[in-house]
Nanobody
Framework: QVQLVESGGGLVQAGGSLRLSCAAS????????MGWFRQAPGQEREFVAAINWSGDNTYYADSAKGRFTISRDNAEKLVYLQMNSLKPEDTAVYYC?????????WGQGTQVTVSS
């Protein structure tokens, strides 16, 4: 199994950048598809970005394309979300997610607040 811990959230002004990290425990990290989701107050949790096990394939929500970059370091068991040109509407709790077959694991989330 994998356990996930997110970090890197915080308060940033509009137009600024943040890099979120997701640290995974467990010895099968490289076999998991990893993703980032976010949930704003009163809204459903929504997909942001995903990356396959090798890092060769990445996927983005339309809202993230061109501004966010997902990457992973299998040796260090880390997944990153580089967020640039942040907007107030990016304010949310950001969650790391791991998928392998029918198993899904979530982290506890990290708060990102973008001020206007």
């Amino acid at each position: 199994q994998v356990q996930l811990v997110e970090s890197g959230g915080g308060l940033v002004q509009a137009g600024g950048s943040l890099r979120l990290s997701c640290a995974a425990s467990g010895d099968t990290f490289s076999r998991w598809t990893m993703g980032w989701f976010r949930q704003a107050p009163g809204q459903e949790r929504e997909f942001v970005a995903a990356i396959n096990w090798s890092g060769d394939n990445t996927y983005y929500a339309d809202s993230a394309k061109g501004r966010f970059t997902i990457s992973r370091d299998n040796a260090e068991k880390l997944v990153y979300l580089q967020m640039n040109s942040l907007k107030p509407e990016d304010t949310a709790v950001y969650y790391c997610k791991a998928d392998r077959g029918s198993v899904t694991i979530w982290g506890q989330g990290t708060q990102v607040t973008v001020s206007s």
